[in-house]
C-alpha cells in the first residue's frame, strides 16, 4: 500500500445559506479554507468548488432515505462506503446498532486498510475514563470507534496527547479543560501540524470533531464561527506538514446541521467534502457519503475492483 490519507470528520457541517443570520460559515474568518478554493466559500448551491491542488465536493447525506440524516448511519456510510441508512431500514442516531457495528468491523476503512496490508490509526486522545469504561464494556461507542476497535487500532491515550501525538476532539484542548480535564492546550495550528505528522506515518489517519454538531443543536451561531476559524487553523497546520509529505487531507461530514441556526435538528442540505493533496482527484466525484471510503481506497492504491491506476474511478464518473 502506498499513499497516506488523513480524515477530518466533522459531524454535522452542512452546505447552508448566504444569510449571516443562519450560516456560520458567513462571517467567520476562513482563509485556508476559502484560500484553497479561490476564494469561494462554501454554501448550498456552490456546485463543486476547485484550486490548484484541491477541490470540494458538495455529497449527499441523505442515502435515499426520507427524514432527517443521522451520526450512525451517515458516519458508518462514510467509514465502510456502503449504504448504511438503507441497511438499518432508516436513519439512526448517535451510536450504531449491532447490523452497523457488524458492517463498521467488516468493512470500516480501518479494515479495509489493514488487510490490504496497510496501517491505520485513529488520532483522538481518549480520556482515560472512556478508556476504562471500554475494557469493561460500558462505554458506548459511537462508529467511529466500533470501527477502530473492530479491526484492532489501539485507541490513543492521553500520554500519547502529553508527546504531541494524539489531538483532544475539540482541537486545541480548550473545550476539553473547561469540562475540567488537565490537558495542554495548543494552538490549532500546531493540533494540525501534529496530526499531519502522525498520519505521515500511517496510511489511513482519522480524526473526529463532533462539537460542530452539539453547536448545531444549540444554534449557537456565534460558538459556530468560533469553531469553523479553530478547524481553518487546523487545516492550515496540516496542511504546512501533510503536503510536503505526501500526505492527502480529506475533510468530510455525515450531515448538515451547523449550517442553518434557525434550526436546532440535522438538515438534509449537502455535506461538503473536501479534499487537498496528492490525491485530491480521486474525490472529484464524490456524490454520496458512500463514495468517500472508496476514494481513501484509490488514493492508497487499492482502488475498486482492485484496480491500482489512481483516481480512475472519479475520472469514469465525470
Ligand atoms: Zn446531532
Not at 484560500?35 to 470540494?56: E, H, K, N, S
Not at 498520519?199 to 451561531?221: K, M, P, R, S, V
Not at 490525491?279 to 475492483?305: H, N
Amino acid at each position: 500500500m502506498r499513499g497516506s490519507v488523513l480524515l477530518v470528520m466533522l459531524d454535522g457541517v452542512g452546505l447552508g445559506s448566504p444569510d449571516p443570520r443562519r450560516n456560520p460559515f458567513v462571517g467567520a474568518r476562513l482563509p485556508t479554507l476559502t484560500g484553497l478554493l479561490g476564494g469561494a466559500l462554501p454554501l448550498l448551491g456552490c456546485g463543486v468548488l476547485r484550486g490548484p491542488q484541491a477541490v470540494l465536493v458538495p455529497t449527499d447525506a441523505c442515502l435515499g432515505m426520507p427524514g432527517l440524516p443521522q451520526s450512525a448511519t451517515g458516519q458508518t456510510a462514510l467509514l465502510t462506503g456502503e449504504n448504511a441508512a438503507r441497511l438499518a431500514g432508516g436513519p439512526v442516531s448517535a451510536y450504531p446498532t449491532r447490523p452497523l457495528a457488524e458492517l463498521l468491523c467488516r468493512q470500516g476503512l480501518f479494515r479495509q486498510v489493514n488487510s490490504a496490508g496497510g496501517r491505520s490509526t485513529f488520532l483522538n486522545a481518549f480520556r482515560p475514563e472512556s478508556l476504562e469504561g471500554i475494557a469493561e464494556g460500558t462505554y458506548r461507542a459511537t462508529a467511529t470507534t466500533v470501527a477502530a476497535l473492530g479491526a484492532g487500532v489501539r485507541l490513543r491515550t492521553f500520554k500519547e496527547l502529553e508527546q504531541g501525538r494524539a489531538v483532544t476532539h475539540d482541537v486545541t484542548g480548550a473545550h476539553v479543560r473547561r469540562l475540567g480535564l488537565e490537558v495542554e492546550e495548543v494552538a490549532p495550528e500546531e493540533a494540525g501540524r501534529r496530526a499531519a505528522r502522525v498520519a505521515a506515518e500511517h496510511n489511513f489517519t482519522l480524526f473526529e470533531h463532533f462539537l460542530t454538531d452539539l453547536f448545531g443543536h444549540a444554534g449557537d451561531l456565534e460558538g459556530g464561527r468560533a469553531l469553523l476559524e479553530v478547524i481553518d487553523g487546523f487545516l492550515a497546520g496540516a496542511l504546512e506538514v501533510a503536503l510536503s509529505r505526501g500526505v492527502t487531507v480529506v475533510v468530510a461530514s455525515d450531515h448538515g446541521n451547523l449550517e442553518d441556526a434557525s434550526v436546532s435538528t440535522h438538515t438534509v442540505n449537502p455535506v461538503p467534502t473536501l479534499a487537498v493533496g496528492p490525491g485530491w482527484e480521486a474525490f472529484s466525484g464524490v456524490g454520496s457519503l458512500t463514495d468517500i471510503a472508496p476514494a481513501v481506497m484509490e488514493v492508497l492504491g487499492e482502488g475498486r475492483g482492485g484496480g491500482r491506476q489512481a483516481s480512475g474511478r472519479a475520472h469514469r464518473r465525470a
